[in-house]
């Protein structure tokens, strides 16, 4: 059964740092595309940071660039997000999700795009 999970949130102050972790069964990470997105409340999920297959391009959304750092630990099967500097408007459930396909342009942060999601983790920025 393929599966992901994330681990890592928690409650942070703002200035913090935070590392998620998705964690893959069924799989192997490094034959996809691996994006995180996040969903606060109210709002709609949106794309965060995404890593290419076989560990190739990384991109990251404008919101988050220079705090948030993505990595592939391909031994492990794992794929992190470290995440500093973190502000009140991170404060979100941040998901992982897999595609099947080799993304380009803009089409990482498209929804629709990818197969498999993880549950989420919940991440609060807040003193």
């Known amino acids: 059964q393929l599966q992901l999970v994330e681990s890592g949130g928690g409650l942070v102050q703002p200035g913090g740092s935070l590392r998620l972790s998705c964690a893959a069964s069924?799989?192997?990470?490094?034959?996809?595309?691996i994006g995180w997105f996040r969903q606060a409340p109210g709002k709609e999920r949106e794309g965060v940071s995404y890593?290419?297959?076989?560990?190739?391009?990384?991109n990251y959304a404008d919101s988050v660039k220079g705090r948030f750092t993505m990595s592939r630990d391909n031994a492990k099967n794992t794929v992190y997000l470290q995440m500093n500097s973190l502000k009140p408007e991170d404060t979100a459930i941040y998901y992982c999700a897999a595609s099947r396909s080799a993304l380009s342009g803009n089409a990482w942060s498209w929804l629709r795009e990818y197969d498999y999601w993880g549950q989420g983790t919940q991440v609060t920025v807040s003193s």
């Open positions: 069924g799989f192997t990470l490094d034959h996809y595309t």
């Open positions: 890593i290419g297959k076989g560990g190739g391009r990384i």
